[in-house]
């Protein structure tokens, strides 16, 4: 990659998870803390415009977004995903809604992408892409995916300015199921200027380049337990949550908490002097990724 790319020079990110997984297993929510009933009432709630505004209000120099998390329910009309799976794409474009906003404000877009996922699937869907077919290296689960990715890249072209993939150090599925070089091939369909970060860190593994799918590794920063604002700045590229539910110790990516209830982690000003900190010393892209899912719906 070139020395001087965006990302390198990149200090300051949003990441929000906007997702839906199934109608018993519940993420993003609307302000009032009601579900989505379906990934399409999900799909048709989300406020671009007022993303970007807010996102240009903070001054980060990206967004992080997700594309689909688990089950792989992806937020944009898939000819891809509906030909193996039906049913697990908006009718709406959710991403394209997303780029046209951000624009205006020179705001990049990276997306986020898990390629090894099926854990999250339907027995039927497992079949059907090949999820636990160990036959030519796994070749029909990397047929899914890969056709799934490069419909993609060439779907939005420039408009992906980069890829954040989730696990890519874990070695019981990534390690095992995926063909990297012909993964890398299709990231960059479409726009072969994409810079690809792995997640890596605080149980996905080492903080190491693989060397062949990614430019460049997040360190997936869970465990800072209590806010004494002594936290350990690192040259890595960083991606935490910011809220947590209530007083269950697991904490959510995506919005989980109804408007009004404060479940911030941790101080305004804390989170500030980490910022600063980690955008001066970090040398290897992104700076601070702070994670904050918005809620479903138009509310300002």
């Known amino acids: 990659m070139n020395i001087m790319n965006w990302f390198l020079k990149s200090h300051y990110g949003l990441f929000s998870h906007f997702t839906y997984r199934n109608s018993t297993i519940h993420q993003t929510i609307f302000p009032d803390g009601k579900h989505p009933a379906n990934l399409d ?14 996102a ?3 001054g980060v120099e990206y967004v992080v977004f997700t594309a689909w998390h688990a089950a792989m329910n992806v937020l944009y009309p898939s000819v891809a995903n509906d030909s193996w799976r039906p049913g697990h794409s ?10 046209n906003a951000l624009k205006p404000y020179y705001i990049k ?14 027995d039927a869907n497992q079949t059907a892409t090949g999820w636990d077919d160990s ?6 689960w990397n047929n899914y995916v890969n056709d799934v990715i ?16 989730d696990m890519v150090f874990d070695t019981t599925s990534f390690g095992i199921k995926i063909d990297k070089a012909r993964l890398r091939t299709s990231l960059l369909a479409g726009n072969p200027n994409r810079i690809i970060i792995g997640n890596g860190g605080y149980g996905d593994g080492p903080i190491v380049s693989d060397g062949v799918v990614t430019d460049y590794v997040a360190k ?13 700045a690192t040259n890595n590229h960083i991606a935490t949550v910011t809220t947590i539910k209530g ?12 408007q009004g209830i404060n479940a911030l982690l941790y101080t305004p000003e804390n989170m500030f002097r980490f910022t600063v900190l980690q955008a001066g010393v970090n040398r290897n892209g992104g700076g601070m990724l702070w994670d904050a899912g918005n809620y479903a719906g138009f509310e300002a």
């Open 247 to 258: 007083n269950d110790p697991h904490y959510y990516w995506w919005a989980s908490i109804p």
């Open 56 to 58: 240009d209000l903070f």
């Open 90 to 99: 908006t009718t709406h474009d959710v991403i394209q809604d997303l780029i």
């Open 135 to 140: 036959s030519n290296s796994y070749l029909v």
């Open 41 to 54: 009432e999900l799909g048709n709630n989300f406020n671009a415009v007022q993303f970007a505004e807010d």
């Open 109 to 122: 877009l990276i997306l986020y992408i898990h390629v090894t996922d099926g854990m999250d699937f339907t």
């Open 150 to 165: 490069a419909e993609m890249g060439n779907r939005y072209g420039t408009g992906i300015d980069g890829y954040w993939i």
């Open 220 to 232: 997936e920063m869970f465990n800072i337990p209590v806010d004494n604002g002594d936290w350990q």
